[in-house]
């Protein structure tokens, strides 16, 4: 059995979830003339399992992230049920929608991607020191 420190199964993770919003906005952009395509974007990752502070009830997590289910009123106002397996939804941050239905703008998606690329290099530093002090640790530094 291996294990790895929470810390970097947490950059991990925040990176695999940086990677798939590079890719949802990439396709935003690709899409940005589409007559009536909705921008999307990828959900925040749950990190509720990294947290060590448990309850005294079985040893779970504080921290959860709410479910919602989809009823027949929000089914009726138009509210779609989210795709199986899926962290990509509607983007809900939009500043306008062109006259053809599409809600893309290329502008809030170059913003999106330079978050993206400032939040992939901060974890990448993140994971370096980590390794760095590792190896310190083990004598190999």
Do not use: C, W
Not at 29 to 46: C, M, R, Y
Not at 53 to 70: A, C, E, F, S
């Amino acid at each position: 059995m291996t294990f790895t420190p929470s810390i970097l199964d947490g950059i991990g993770r925040s990176m695999k979830h940086l990677s798939e919003r590079q890719r949802v906005i990439a396709e935003n952009i690709a899409n940005g003339e589409t007559p009536g395509f909705k921008a999307q974007t990828v959900e925040a990752p749950d990190f509720s399992s990294l947290v060590q502070v448990y309850d005294g009830n079985g040893g779970k997590p504080r921290v959860g992230r709410p479910h919602v289910q989809l009823s027949g009123g929000m089914a009726a106002l138009g509210a779609q049920a989210p795709r199986a397996n899926s962290r990509v939804i509607l983007e809900s941050d939009i500043s306008e929608t062109k006259p053809d239905g599409n809600n893309v703008t290329l502008e809030d998606q170059l913003l999106k991607m330079g978050e993206v690329q400032a939040d992939f290099a901060a974890m990448t530093n993140l994971y370096r020191k980590q390794i760095g002090l590792l190896k310190t640790a083990i004598g190999k530094g």
